[in-house]
C-alpha cells in the first residue's frame, strides 16, 4: 500500500509515467532487468517527397497495373504532360 501512494504522489509531482518508473526504481532499487518496460514509440520522421517525386512514384505506379481503366489511362496521360512541363 504504502508503494502505491509513493507512486501516485511520484506521479502527481512529476505527471510523467516514465519520469514516475524511474523514481520508483531509484527508491526501492528495483532492477531493470527484472522489470519488463514497454517498447518506446519514436515518432518517425517521414521523408519529405517534392511534388515532381510524387507524380512519378503515382505515374510508375498506374503504368505497373495489369489492367488499366479508362480513368487510369487518362491519368497517365495527364501526369506525362505535367511531368514535361515541369522539366
Given at each position: 500500500?504504502?508503494?502505491?501512494?509513493?507512486?501516485?504522489a511520484v506521479?502527481?509531482?512529476?505527471?510523467?509515467?516514465?519520469k514516475t518508473?524511474?523514481?520508483?526504481?531509484?527508491?526501492?532499487?528495483?532492477?531493470?532487468?527484472?522489470k519488463?518496460?514497454?517498447l518506446?514509440?519514436t515518432n518517425?520522421?517521414?521523408?519529405?517527397?517534392s511534388?515532381k517525386?510524387?507524380?512519378?512514384?503515382?505515374?510508375?505506379?498506374?503504368?505497373s497495373k495489369?489492367?488499366?481503366?479508362?480513368?487510369d489511362?487518362?491519368?497517365?496521360?495527364?501526369?506525362?504532360?505535367?511531368?514535361?512541363n515541369?522539366k
Amino acid at each position: 500500500m504504502k508503494k502505491i501512494l509513493t507512486q501516485l504522489a511520484v506521479y502527481i509531482l512529476c505527471g510523467c509515467h516514465d519520469k514516475t518508473d524511474n523514481i520508483m526504481d531509484i527508491i526501492y532499487g528495483e532492477n531493470k532487468s527484472q522489470k519488463q518496460k514497454p517498447l518506446v514509440k519514436t515518432n518517425s520522421v517521414k521523408s519529405v517527397m517534392s511534388k515532381k517525386e510524387e507524380l512519378v512514384d503515382n505515374l510508375t505506379y498506374l503504368k505497373s497495373k495489369k489492367t488499366k481503366t479508362k480513368q487510369d489511362k487518362e491519368s497517365i496521360y495527364t501526369l506525362e504532360m505535367v511531368l514535361k512541363n515541369m522539366k
